[in-house]
């Protein structure tokens, strides 16, 4: 949290906009020995803005997610990866990764919100070593500029709040 925040900025719709907006992302998850793992994951949000991945059992991250599903993610704002990488709003999501059963509902959801998303991802969805995923958020970080450095609840980054 800032000293002196910003009064006028909105941190909490800011971050969902990124969350909603954002189609790419830095997955850090927990290898073997428990070193961080980043690596570049596509993602989509579910109706409350959390987000879904579609991932594979060949992949390490898919490995070291459900070996242990502590996890976080890197959204960087569309539009703030030309010019000064760092002036552009970039959220940092904190969580679990949960697998979502294969013939649910809700993977059946997250599937029709992934693809809207990544429509070219309807050509591997439905091989047998792939499955979605969420990340239920424990926090955020958000980073949007000078004075514009907030941490978040779960409850400011809901998408689908009334």
Known sequence: MTDRPD????????????????????????????APFASFVTVAPDAAGCPLLLLSQLAVHTRNVERDGRASLL???????????????????????VKLPKDSEEAADARASFLARHPEAEGYAGFSDFSFYRLDISGGHLVAGFGRIVSLSPEDLRTDRA
């Open 7 to 34: 009064q006028s900025f909105d941190a909490a719709g800011t971050a969902r906009r990124i969350l909603t907006q954002t189609g790419t992302a830095a997955l850090a998850s927990l290898g073997d020995a428990g």
């Open 75 to 97: 959204l960087v704002a569309p539009g703030g990866e030309g010019g000064d990488p760092l002036a552009g709003a970039r959220l940092t999501l904190e969580g679990h990764i």
